[in-house]
């Protein structure tokens, strides 16, 4: 990794060793910037508090190896990344106004798919972890993850019927609740469809009014109107002498008509006269039938009008138009055939959820069993890794339990307390020698006990997790002399089979080490670019040895250092 304008790192880089890194130095170095930028690298959250003062931004970019294919080149490759000769370049910067940007093998992500990488690359233990899992709710998500598929399936159908069931139960209780206000709404709904239908609309029938009463209103207007219009186009019997539209067109045919012959053009003419003549007798008929048929009755006038009355009540209170009304029709006897089935909904909805009670039930009782075997497994794990860290009559066990509720499932044979995990409360108990009863890790184990507790439990952990890197920031806090040479020789075993990266203050930690960093501050405070260095020979008994006695060049430091590496040496 290469740290930029990090916290008191000015600009550095850190080059992890293939198995087992130890990172060393003061207090107040810098070393937890190390934990911190590869954190930022896989999606964390970014602090404009961590950029050091007086720059605009801090930069952390990382090369993580990667093979074609792992889960972790899968998802990069699916988000645009390129891979570069097997390795995977991780970019993150963040402002010191708060704003953050990320890329992945050359392309600029989301910070949210950086966090996707996280669980296929690095699995970082630190001392808010090892707080973490002294809450119970926190040792029962352990328990579960280390249990892997055989908790995993069960819960995944116990967690799908808990939903159902809680979906179920709402929605009775709503039913049950609101029995009133839904009654109310039906009457509601059953008055307004029957006032409707008392009516029945057609559709269309409010326009169709509307062009009537227009009509009917102005009946003697438009009678004298089409009485005049016929008496020009077709003559009047009463006024014999006023020439009409039909003969002054028929006197201009027949002049025409005589010389049609000599002229196609004229001859054309007179056909289109002719055509004249007889859509004028067309107009004048329609216009005589029209007035013949105009219904001037002022009954017909007011029950149309009566209608439109009785049409508008309805539209004021249902709709803009009739073509509304129907509509809000359509949907109210819809939603009262709903209302109206609550009573039959109710019976169904009891019986589904006296259904998924008994299916939680069975699903309860599974996860617990699984639970129980696994419990036993991962206590008796953690016992011996405990053994190898300088507690060898330590026990570690699980208590599972289940809390009483008269309005829980039922299961193995009382009436148990549930929720979205199961019925189980887990705690992790400890009893640290022989003829000590368990108790909660909390309350039964001293300062360097529980580091060590803690560091068994986040070995095991290791053990099964599918991922190629594991970072411990300072869990072996609170422990020393040969306990704290045991954790050295487990980290060293465990860095075998995967890289291990350890942040340390302790000597007997840093010695096993395949390789040591230091992180060193210049004279200004900062960390720079030569801040952090690999120590090798000389160089590496000297910090073991200020780390030893807070001297670098006590001779019996400098001896015990020696001796200790000599000792890592043999063990490897």
């Known amino acids: 990794m290469r740290i930029r304008s990090l916290g008191v790192i000015d600009d550095a880089v850190v080059e992890l060793s293939p198995g087992f890194t130890a990172v060393t130095g003061e207090t107040g170095a810098g070393k937890t910037m190390v934990v911190t930028s590869l954190g930022l690298l896989l999606g964390g959250r970014a602090d404009p508090a961590l950029v050091r003062i007086g720059s605009p931004s801090a930069v952390v970019e990382g090369r993580i190896s990667v093979a074609p294919g792992d889960a972790a080149a899968v998802r990069a490759e699916e988000a645009g990344a390129e891979l570069d000769d097997g390795a995977l370049i991780i970019s993150r910067t963040v402002s010191a106004e708060g704003r953050s940007r990320a890329h992945l093998g050359g392309r600029s992500v989301p910070v949210g798919v950086l966090a996707e990488l996280a669980d296929d690359l690095v699995a970082v233990h630190g001392q808010t972890d090892q707080q973490g899992l002294l809450k119970p709710a926190r040792q029962r998500g352990a328990l579960d993850r280390y249990a892997g598929e055989a908790v995993a399936g069960p819960l995944a159908e116990y967690s799908a019927a808990y939903r159902r069931l809680r979906a179920v139960s709402a929605e009775l209780d709503e039913l049950t609740t609101r029995a009133r206000e839904r009654a109310q709404e039906a009457d509601l709904l059953r008055f307004g ?12 029938e409010d326009v169709e009014l509307a062009a009537e009463a227009e009509r009917l209103g102005h009946a003697e207007a438009l009678a004298s109107a089409a009485a005049l219009a016929h008496g020009a186009l077709a003559g009047n019997p009463e006024d014999p002498e006023v020439l009409d539209a039909t003969t002054l067109v028929a006197g201009a045919g027949r002049a025409l008509e005589a010389v049609r012959s000599h002229d196609p053009a004229l001859a054309a003419l007179a056909d289109r006269i002719g055509e004249l003549s007889i859509l004028l007798a067309d ?64 019976g169904e909805l009891t019986e589904e959820r006296d259904a998924l ?16 075997e696994a419990a036993a497994r991962f206590a008796d794990a953690v016992t011996a890794e405990l053994a190898s860290l300088a507690m060898p009559h330590a026990r570690v066990s699980f208590a599972i339990r289940q809390t009483e509720d008269p309005g829980g499932v039922e299961v193995g044979g009382r009436t148990v307390a ?12 400890l009893a640290p020698h022989p003829g000590a009863p368990p108790r909660p890790i909390a309350k039964g184990a001293s300062g360097g006990e529980l580091s060590r507790v803690m560091l068994a439990v986040e070995v095991v952990f290791a053990g099964t997790d599918p991922v190629p890197t594991y970072l411990f920031d300072e869990v072996d806090a609170g422990v020393g002399g040969k306990a704290a040479v045991e954790i050295g020789r487990r980290l060293a075993k465990l860095a ?20 040591q960093l230091l992180v060193e501050k210049t004279s200004d405070g900062s960390v720079t670019r030569s801040g ?4 090798e020979g000389e160089d590496r008994v000297r910090e073991l040895s200020r780390m030893l006695a807070g001297q670098e060049d006590s001779e019996t430091a400098r001896a015990h250092a020696e001796e200790l590496l000599a000792t890592a040496r043999a063990d490897g």
């Open 418 to 429: 549930y929720g979205p995990h199961g019925v189980d409360e887990v705690e992790l108990l």
């Open 357 to 372: 009670r008994a299916e939680l039930s069975g699903l309860a009782q599974a996860l617990t069993d699984a639970r129980t």
């Open 532 to 535: 952090v260095t690999v120590l």
């Open 496 to 515: 075998k089979s995967a890289q291990v990266v350890v942040v340390t203050h302790l000597p007997q930690v840093a010695a096993f080490a395949d390789r």
């Open 193 to 204: 469809l029957a006032e409707i239908e008392a009516v029945e609309p057609r559709p269309g």
């Open 283 to 346: 107009v004048a008929g329609e216009l005589a039938g029209y007035a013949d048929n105009l219904d001037a009755d002022p009954r017909r006038l007011a029950a149309v009008e009566e209608r439109r009355a009785a049409l508008t009540s309805l539209t004021r209170k249902y709709g803009t138009d009739v073509a509304a009304v129907l509509a809000w029709a359509e949907e109210s006897a819809a939603r009262l055939t709903e209302l109206d089935g609550d009573d039959d909904r109710i």
